[in-house]
């Protein structure tokens, strides 16, 4: 007998010779069989009785044969059809479960695994889950055994329950066990000691319920805290701060967005010997980070809808600005109560202090107060004309420049601060600023420009030359409001008598009314007449190299005792030049003197 195969491509040719009967297998991955059968002397010596010959397919296990009584048997050929299957060895397709995974010709049906066929050209079988059965290939796919159905084949001896692709056993009340047929089964409890195990059961179960109920409760609060920190988030301009953010207009992005976790370990929890300072707009704590940074952390009050926008404002404008003398912003918090932000710690407190605390006045020569002036008027001159929009600070004074360990400036506290359009000079606001700073012109017009800092420069620039409060009320009338004394001063020909006494010592005549014609003009009742800020700090910058007469009486070098000064934010402001907006004493003509109707000139 010749059988015939083609085997992934390769066809075989084997040859088999016999008496009777010869069978052989099919190797695995075979796809085509051809079977022809043939004698050696064309049928001239086969038996009488049966010249024919049989070939066929059938399961190796399924037929024997039986000699001669299979030969002589007329009902061979419809008996081995019947009693003899035959099996296909058969896949779907010539691919791998992978690849036809997610296509339509993947016919695994629900609870049935997909396996590669590892032999011949591929192609891939489904077969149901373990504890299922049915047809993998037709919808709804493979069924759920239940095992506990047939008393007869079922696995428990105690309680079965069935179970999606499986079952438990369990044993019944007062018996232990696993519950198997096969396995320990279910033995009677031991009912030796029941007042312990009672006892230690109701221990185990009464730890059980506390240890549930704090686990419930801790998941409760921490819950409540996120839903609270969302909350908080929201309502102190998350959104708006994002917003801002990532549109066009504002390019920069705060550097950290720290955790209130972060800053309770910075501040020691706020504790109040961590307080800084207070301020017109919220409390200064000082923190130190974990790396040992030691940060100033600005805690606003609470606020209302509109002070939530002078918050957001404050940190869209200090994420734009870089520049040596405008205090640094490293991060804010938005998850408390009120808003956090995180600026550098500027260690040497503010300029009102050292003009106006005694302690301060021993360096503060007329050189240092100069340059503290060109750097001031520096910052202000960057803000209005050199920031990628135009920023006006609303609310310059001697409280809000600060001075670091080299006595430095920094220009702080930007929550009054307001941008301007590029194609606009002038901003429609409310009022808003500290009195004895506040530019009369914005204050009766509403009508914001960079003029309003020129005026508030001048007043603090006065401070520097007189070391007076820009308002005192234990003054006489007349010189209650610093700008308005000056101006009559210079008027009457005052000037000196109002100058702190070190400045005119170390002044020349000529620097000395450069720098009051200077003060003047930035003190101009009309905006347009006063000097930008980028010239004011050129023409101090140039009065600061100003070179004095020989008979200018001169004074050896007084000795300057810096000594240890204390953080310099623990000083209360005054008063009288907290931080406002329109108030009832604008409206009570209470500052009605402050400000001139006819300038003296």
């Known amino acids: 007998m010749l059988l015939a195969a083609d085997i992934s491509y390769l066809r075989a040719y084997m040859l088999y010779i016999g008496l009777g009967c ?34 066929f397919l059938g399961e190796q296990s399924a037929f024997t044969f039986q000699g001669a ?63 299922y059965q049915g047809n993998p290939y037709l919808s709804p796919g493979c069924h759920d055994i239940d095992e506990c159905a047939d008393p007869n084949t079922n696995p428990c001896n105690g309680t079965c329950t069935n179970l999606p692709g499986s079952y438990k056993c369990s044993c019944p009340h007062g018996y232990q066990g ?76 705060a550097n950290k967005i720290f955790t209130t976790e972060e800053l309770e370990k910075a501040t020691k929890n706020f504790s109040k010997s961590m307080i800084l300072g207070r301020g017109g707009f919220g409390t200064v704590y000082k923190g130190i980070l974990p790396d040992g ?45 009120v808003p956090l932000l995180v600026y550098e710690c500027v260690s040497n407190g503010t300029l009102y202090h050292h003009i106006h605390a005694n302690e ?38 001697s409280a809000n420049i600060l001075l670091d360990e080299n006595m430095v400036t920094k220009i702080s506290d930007f929550g009054a601060s307001r941008l301007v359009p590029l194609d606009q000079t002038q901003v429609t606001t409310m009022v808003q600023g500290t009195i004895g700073y506040l530019d009369p012109e914005y204050f009766h017009t509403s009508q914001l420009t960079d003029k309003s800092d020129v005026y508030s420069f001048g007043v603090v620039l006065l401070e520097l030359l007189t070391g007076k409060k820009p308002l005192c009320m234990e003054r006489s009338q007349a010189e209650r409001s610093l700008a308005t004394y000056f101006l009559v001063s210079l008027k009457t020909n ?32 009309n905006g347009y007449d006063r000097p930008t800020m980028k010239e004011v700090a050129m023409e101090l910058e140039g009065l600061r190299k100003y070179t004095k007469q020989p008979w200018v009486n001169q004074h050896g070098p007084e000795a300057v005792h810096e000594g240890e000064y204390s953080d310099l934010y623990n000083v209360s402001i005054n008063p009288y030049t907290d931080s406002i907006e329109s108030s009832s004493l604008f409206n009570s003509g209470q500052v009605r003197s402050l400000y001139p109707v006819d300038e003296p000139r």
């Open 178 to 253: 696993d519950g198997r047929r096969y396995g320990s089964g279910c033995t009677p409890r031991n009912s030796k000691s029941p007042a312990l195990k009672l006892s230690l059961g109701m221990g185990i179960g009464f730890l059980s319920i506390l240890i549930a109920m704090g686990w419930l409760y801790f998941s409760h609060q921490r819950r409540k805290v996120i839903k609270m920190r969302e909350k908080f988030f929201l309502k102190n301009g998350g959104m708006l701060l994002k917003q801002q953010i990532s549109s066009d207009d504002f390019g920069g992005a």
């Open 293 to 337: 940074t030691i940060v100033a952390i600005k805690k606003s009050k609470v606020m209302d809808e509109g002070q939530i926008e002078q918050f957001i404002n404050e940190v869209v404008i200090l994420t734009q600005i870089n520049h040596r003398n405008v205090v640094k912003l490293l991060g804010c918090c938005l998850e408390t109560q």
């Open 494 to 525: 005052n000037l000196f008598q109002i100058l702190d006494p070190r400045v005119v010592r170390e002044g020349s005549l000529d620097q000395l009314q450069a720098i009051a014609s200077l003060v003047k003009r930035c003190l101009n009742m």
């Open 69 to 131: 009584s299979d030969f002589v048997d007329p009902d061979f050929v419809t008996r081995t059809a019947e009693t003899v299957p035959v099996v296909l060895n058969w896949v779907i397709g010539s691919g791998t479960c992978k690849d036809y995974k997610n296509t339509s010709d993947y016919y695994c049906q629900e609870n049935s695994v997909c396996m590669d066929f590892e032999g011949g050209n591929g192609g891939y079988r489904c077969s149901c889950k373990n504890g």
């Open 22 to 55: 010869c069978s052989t297998s099919l190797p695995t991955g075979l796809t085509t069989y051809l079977a022809s059968i043939n004698t050696i002397y064309f049928h001239t010596q086969v038996w009488s009785f049966n010249k024919c010959g049989y070939s």
């Open 360 to 397: 301060g006045k021993a360096w503060l020569s007329l050189d240092n107060r100069l340059r503290i002036a060109v750097e001031s008027a520096g910052a202000l001159a960057y803000l209005h004309s050199a920031a990628a929009k135009p920023i006006i600070h609303r609310d310059v004074k």
